[in-house]
């Protein structure tokens, strides 16, 4: 006599959202860390080199005056 009244629900959505976030937010944090860590190495590279050059500086400019000592 009563039909009953079938409600089709659609699945929840918010776990699907709740992960993709979770998972979005993971790879931002882990992005950010990477291009961090990039640039501090970057940082001590360029120490590093600027040290060298400054040593090859320093033993080309004794050479020059070894040079003009023997002249």
Do not use: C, H, Y
């Not at 079938?6 to 993971?26: C, D, E, F, G, S």
């Not at 501090?40 to 080309?60: C, G, P, T």
């Amino acid at each position: 006599m009563f039909a009953k009244l079938v409600i089709l629900k659609k699945p929840n959505q918010t776990n699907k959202m709740k992960t993709n976030w979770i998972i979005l937010v993971a790879v931002l944090v882990g992005a950010i860390a990477l291009v961090i860590s990039l640039i501090i190495r970057n940082k001590k590279d360029e120490k590093e080199v600027m040290k060298s050059f400054n040593a090859e500086d320093d033993i080309e400019g004794d050479e020059a005056a070894q040079r003009k000592g023997e002249e």
